[in-house]
């Protein structure tokens, strides 16, 4: 038990919990935070560009062994600078020549597009800046995208899993899992920290009591059970100390189906899960075929034999318009019917060309 290291899918070791430090500010008080997390037994500490607190975290850092520590940072698109410039930035703020893990921080800053922005990705494993590479946010369409190019796989996803988005994430989680993908849960506190009187809140309070835990313990063993490593954080000592206890805190089957059950009730900010989405869930826990069971509807026969129909039409306006046209060139009388086939022409492909986009695969 314990948070165990994870082999990830490049020969790297990483640890399973890191102390994240978005809006823990700047000045003495991160860097007091980060040297807290690190005394308490936190190994993994997780940073971004974006946080503009890479420097704090880096001065912390200097007071340990690099070595022992596994450093996360992320590219955020900040000042419009490029992927290369600002992993050098990012290495400069942490005063270190490697970072163990360098995340996309979102799949809109992957520019110009997904492919071109992680082959940057890769380049810089090679040269030794990152040892491994992730992305963070990226949906399974995102994903796949990346997938069909990459040399590299990612070694981690780094995205937001909480009770109440855990349905809308089971796809992304089990995408993940079968590519050996490793999965960071980041904000698994929301539950307690925006909807402290939501539909989980009784069920974790009833666990918390049942285990005297703290609830926040609970919702962090949640997301191990979960299947993913957890980046959390907080200024207060005996809260990051719970964290780490987490590791140990087995939820059984029955406390899992009720916090999941609670969770799909939904909250305000996601919702209720639909009836599909539910379906959804139950197909990827008993472990169906992913890639079927979040594949996009197969394009029904119908939708193609119209779409051939409407081609077929559109080009014969085409060729009876021109023919009549030719025929008038050559000094045949042509009837005043004959310009309406163009505009026919037109409509009929406009519609085609609407099909087209709602069926990509067509
Ligand atoms: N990749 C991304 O896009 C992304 C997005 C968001 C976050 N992250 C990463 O994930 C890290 C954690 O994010 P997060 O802060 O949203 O995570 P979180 O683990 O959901 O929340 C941590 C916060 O919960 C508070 N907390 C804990 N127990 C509590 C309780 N019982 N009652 C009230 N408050 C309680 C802590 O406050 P105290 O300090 O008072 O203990 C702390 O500020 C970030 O620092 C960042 O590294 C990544």
């Given at each position: 038990m314990g948070w165990e290291p994870v082999k990830l899918n490049d020969g790297h070791v990483m640890p399973t919990i890191a102390f994240g430090t978005w809006k823990i500010g700047n000045g003495q008080s991160p860097i007091d935070q980060v040297t807290q997390a690190l005394d308490v037994g936190f190994t993994h500490v997780d940073t971004a560009q974006a946080y503009r607190n890479e420097v704090e975290a880096g001065k912390a850092l200097a007071k340990v062994d690099r070595s022992k520590v596994f450093v996360t940072t992320k590219y955020s698109g900040l000042d419009g600078l490029d992927i290369d410039t600002s992993i050098r930035n990012s290495l400069k703020n942490l005063g270190t020549d490697y970072v163990d893990l360098y995340l996309i921080h979102h799949p809109r800053l992957a520019k110009p597009d997904i492919p071109t922005a992680w082959a940057r990705m890769e380049a810089l494993k090679k040269a030794g800046l990152a040892r491994s590479i992730g992305v963070s946010n990226f949906e399974v369409a995102d994903l796949a995208i990346l997938l069909a190019s990459a040399k590299v796989k990612p070694v981690a996803n780094q995205i937001l899993l909480h009770p109440y988005v855990y349905i809308r994430q089971l796809p992304l989680l089990a995408y993940c899992a079968k590519h050996d993908i490793v999965v960071e849960g980041y904000s698994g506190l929301i539950p307690i920290t925006q909807y402290p009187d939501g539909p989980v809140s009784g069920v974790i309070g009833a666990i918390s009591a049942r285990e005297s835990v703290a609830p926040e313990v609970v919702l962090t063993a949640w997301s191990k059970a979960k299947g993913a490593t957890v980046v959390t954080t907080s200024r207060k000592k005996e809260r990051l100390e719970g964290y780490l206890k987490a590791g140990d805190l087995a939820l059984t089957t029955s406390d899992l189906a009720k916090i999941d059950a609670a969770g799909a009730k939904?909250?305000?900010?996601?919702g209720p899960f639909s009836d599909d989405e539910k379906a959804m869930m139950r197909k990827v826990e008993s472990g169906a075929d992913l890639e079927a069971a979040t594949a996009p509807a197969p394009i029904s026969q119908g939708r193609s034999a119209e779409l051939t129909m409407l081609t077929a039409l559109s080009a014969l306006s085409v060729f009876v318009y021109f023919g009549l046209m030719t025929a008038e060139m050559a000094g045949f009388k042509v009837p005043f019917w004959v310009s309406p086939f163009m505009l026919l022409s037109i409509v009929l492909d406009r519609k085609a060309k609407k099909i087209r986009a709602a069926n990509p695969g067509l």
């Amino acid at each position: 038990m314990g948070w165990e290291p994870v082999k990830l899918n490049d020969g790297h070791v990483m640890p399973t919990i890191a102390f994240g430090t978005w809006k823990i500010g700047n000045g003495q008080s991160p860097i007091d935070q980060v040297t807290q997390a690190l005394d308490v037994g936190f190994t993994h500490v997780d940073t971004a560009q974006a946080y503009r607190n890479e420097v704090e975290a880096g001065k912390a850092l200097a007071k340990v062994d690099r070595s022992k520590v596994f450093v996360t940072t992320k590219y955020s698109g900040l000042d419009g600078l490029d992927i290369d410039t600002s992993i050098r930035n990012s290495l400069k703020n942490l005063g270190t020549d490697y970072v163990d893990l360098y995340l996309i921080h979102h799949p809109r800053l992957a520019k110009p597009d997904i492919p071109t922005a992680w082959a940057r990705m890769e380049a810089l494993k090679k040269a030794g800046l990152a040892r491994s590479i992730g992305v963070s946010n990226f949906e399974v369409a995102d994903l796949a995208i990346l997938l069909a190019s990459a040399k590299v796989k990612p070694v981690a996803n780094q995205i937001l899993l909480h009770p109440y988005v855990y349905i809308r994430q089971l796809p992304l989680l089990a995408y993940c899992a079968k590519h050996d993908i490793v999965v960071e849960g980041y904000s698994g506190l929301i539950p307690i920290t925006q909807y402290p009187d939501g539909p989980v809140s009784g069920v974790i309070g009833a666990i918390s009591a049942r285990e005297s835990v703290a609830p926040e313990v609970v919702l962090t063993a949640w997301s191990k059970a979960k299947g993913a490593t957890v980046v959390t954080t907080s200024r207060k000592k005996e809260r990051l100390e719970g964290y780490l206890k987490a590791g140990d805190l087995a939820l059984t089957t029955s406390d899992l189906a009720k916090i999941d059950a609670a969770g799909a009730k939904g909250i305000d900010a996601v919702g209720p899960f639909s009836d599909d989405e539910k379906a959804m869930m139950r197909k990827v826990e008993s472990g169906a075929d992913l890639e079927a069971a979040t594949a996009p509807a197969p394009i029904s026969q119908g939708r193609s034999a119209e779409l051939t129909m409407l081609t077929a039409l559109s080009a014969l306006s085409v060729f009876v318009y021109f023919g009549l046209m030719t025929a008038e060139m050559a000094g045949f009388k042509v009837p005043f019917w004959v310009s309406p086939f163009m505009l026919l022409s037109i409509v009929l492909d406009r519609k085609a060309k609407k099909i087209r986009a709602a069926n990509p695969g067509l």
